[in-house]
T-cell receptor, first 116, second 110 residues
Framework: DAGVIQSPRHEVTEMGQEVTLRCKPI?????LFWYRQTMMRGLELLIY????????DSGMPEDRFSAKMPNASFSTLKIQPSEPRDSAVYFC??????????????FGPGTRLTVL | DAKTTQPPSMDCAEGRAANLPCNHS???????VYWYRQIHSQGPQYIIH???NNETNEMASLIITEDRKSSTLILPHATLRDTAVYYC???????????FGQGTELSVKP
């Protein structure tokens, strides 16, 4: 398996523009996670899905952020409108399960977002 | 989930064992200890996890004290490629999320 795939790897946009980040999880993994990493706040969980259904979105910063998972092999994280403070590295991760043993998460390479 | 405490940074000589400590004094019986690492500019990578027994895999060993209030991750022969931030995370075994702290920045030096 190619691992978790994220695109684009780098995104530079201007304030007010819509940004869409994409993720393809590892085949067969039932859980998908979106994280954000900044110097100030570290690595934060934004939202996670189980079998394509959002389970916990308590980490989503505000209504400008939305995430979808239309099928088991694709998820998007959208920011509209984007602001400079959204500049961060966004990671997607997937896991075969959430609880108990063998629930390690596999992370993608991340998308580095810069909002000017 | 229980909170963890790690030293912010450590150095280790190449070829020597790196011993990274973690305190989790409020851990409950239903919580696992997980270790991840993040090499610069990459996504975090799973290393190892355990409940109460010591664990070993191809990457590292995990030593958990008998009272489970602390643990040590051991990289037996550190290489320059092991330079990374190491995160110790306590996870509830019935569906806990990964809550990343600040971790320990390990620098392996020649």
């Amino acid at each position: 398996d190619a691992g978790v795939i994220q695109s684009p790897r780098h995104e530079v946009t201007e304030m007010g523009q819509e940004v869409t980040l994409r993720c393809k999880p590892i085949s067969g993994h039932d859980y998908l996670f979106w994280y954000r990493q900044t110097m100030m706040r570290g690595l934060e969980l934004l939202i996670y899905f189980n079998n394509n259904v959002p389970i916990d979105d308590s980490g989503m910063p505000e209504d400008r952020f939305s995430a979808k998972m239309p099928n088991a092999s694709f998820s998007t994280l959208k920011i509209q409108p984007s602001e400079p403070r959204d500049s961060a590295v966004y990671f997607c991760a997937s896991s075969p399960r959430l609880a108990g043993m063998d629930n390690e998460q596999f992370f993608g390479p991340g998308t580095r977002l810069t909002v000017l | 989930d229980a909170k963890t405490t790690q030293p912010p940074s450590m150095d280790c000589a190449e070829g020597r064992a790196a011993n990274l400590p973690c305190n989790h004094s409020t851990i409950s019986g239903n919580e696992y200890v997980y270790w991840y690492r993040q090499i610069h500019s990459q996504g975090p990578q799973y290393i190892i996890h355990g409940l109460k027994n010591n664990e070993t895999n191809e990457m590292a060993s995990l030593i958990i004290t008998e009272d489970r209030k602390s643990s040590t991750l051991i990289l037996p022969h550190a290489t320059l490629r092991d330079t990374a931030v190491y995160y110790c995370i306590v996870v509830y075994n019935q569906g806990g999320k990964l809550i990343f702290g600040q971790g320990t920045e390990l620098s392996v030096k020649p």
